[in-house]
């Protein structure tokens, strides 16, 4: 074999062994890109309070229950307004079951909403959420997001009109605050003398 060939058949050699390094590499890079429950395991979650739960009160902790070991990389709570309840969430890379989060004591609002995100087997990362309401008065978040899901809806013309409406962001209203004061860039002094000749100026017959 001549050394054009050998040549040529080394390239090839290299091609093909980068081919094959970035097919096997081309999935994990997509692994934590992951949303959708591809694993099934999104059903098989237990939380507490449950999904679309009403309580009589505030709950004081949350509970998710995964049916095997895994790594729960976020759990945020907010409320129908989307305003952030600090539960000083900390990743833990233990693989677990079961995770317990202390919340504070909540306010009163329409419902609040738990979102999680986990590592599952694999890598895969998976992401869920559960909603729940408490009080007196109150009704099934899944009630609330129908209702205002047709009153956007209704806003908007209807299921086959091109208009959207976006809500406007909420403004904040500062009462009782004082006027700004502005200091004048200089001061003009005028000396005793000058003051007299612009005074007997003004009053001299013309």
């Known amino acids: 074999m001549n050394p054009y060939s050998i040549q040529k058949v080394c390239i090839a050699c290299l091609s093909l062994g980068l081919w094959h390094s970035a097919i096997a590499q081309s999935p994990v890079g ?16 237990e939380t507490s309070p449950a999904d679309d739960s009403v309580l009589v009160a505030a709950p004081e902790r949350l509970r ?8 729960l990389v976020k759990l945020t709570l907010r409320n129908e307004l989307r305003d952030w309840v600090d539960i000083s969430f900390r990743y833990d890379p233990k ?3 079961e995770f317990f989060w202390d919340v504070p004591q909540l306010n009163t609002a329409t419902y609040y909403t738990a979102d999680w995100a986990i590592l599952a087997e694999n890598d895969f990362l998976v992401r869920g959420s559960f909603s729940f309401s408490f009080g007196p008065d109150a ?5 609330t997001k129908a ?35 502005y200091d004048p860039p200089f001061t ?13 100026s003004s009053t001299a017959p013309r």
């Open 30 to 45: 997509g692994l934590y890109a992951q949303g959708q429950d591809v694993t099934g395991i999104n059903i098989e979650t």
């Open 64 to 71: 998710l229950e995964f049916p095997y070991g895994v790594r």
């Open 95 to 97: 693989v677990k079951e």
């Open 139 to 143: 009704q099934a978040p899944s009630l």
């Open 147 to 181: 209702a205002e899901a047709l009153l956007i809806d209704t806003q908007n013309g209807g299921p086959d009109s091109d208009v959207r409406y976006v809500t406007p962001p909420r403004t904040n209203i500062i009462l009782n605050q004082d006027k700004p004061r």
């Open 188 to 200: 003009i002094k005028l000396e005793a003398e000058e003051a007299e000749q612009s005074q007997d």
